[in-house]
């Protein structure tokens, strides 16, 4: 079983910095892309970075400029830099991982999360 652990939240002033890590527990490569998604109360999951296996990136209209989403394939890690930081980041950051296939479909597994709080 897959298993996707992430680490690195916490609590920063607004205008701070935090650096997210999601360390799978098999070889990155095996994944067709790789995002970050966050929740806030009350609110929908949603989705802030992505990253194929080729090391394309993508970003949400409302992280775009601020957050940056990379790849480490030697320690299976996938990390998410997020500077100007504002108060609307505070949520639960989720790393996903997807692999997809003609024989099994599409996959998706979910670390546990990591709780981001931007408060001064």
């Known amino acids: 079983q897959v298993q996707l652990v992430e680490s690195g939240g916490g609590l920063v002033q607004p205008g701070g910095s935090l650096r997210l890590s999601c360390e799978a527990s098999?070889?990155?490569?095996?994944?067709?892309?790789m995002n970050w998604y966050r929740q806030a109360p009350g609110k929908e999951r949603e989705l802030v970075a992505t990253i194929t296996s080729t090391g394309v990136a993508n970003y949400a209209d409302s992280v775009k400029g601020r957050f940056t989403i990379s790849r480490d394939n030697a320690k299976n890690t996938v990390y998410l830099q997020m500077n100007s930081l504002k108060p609307e980041d505070t949520a639960v950051y989720y790393c996903?991982?997807?692999?997809?296939?003609?024989?099994?479909?599409?996959?998706?597994?979910w670390g546990q999360g990591t709780q981001v709080t931007v408060s001064s």
């Open positions: 098999e070889s990155i490569f095996s994944f067709n892309i």
């Open positions: 996903n991982a997807r692999r997809s296939s003609a024989i099994s479909g599409t996959r998706n597994y």
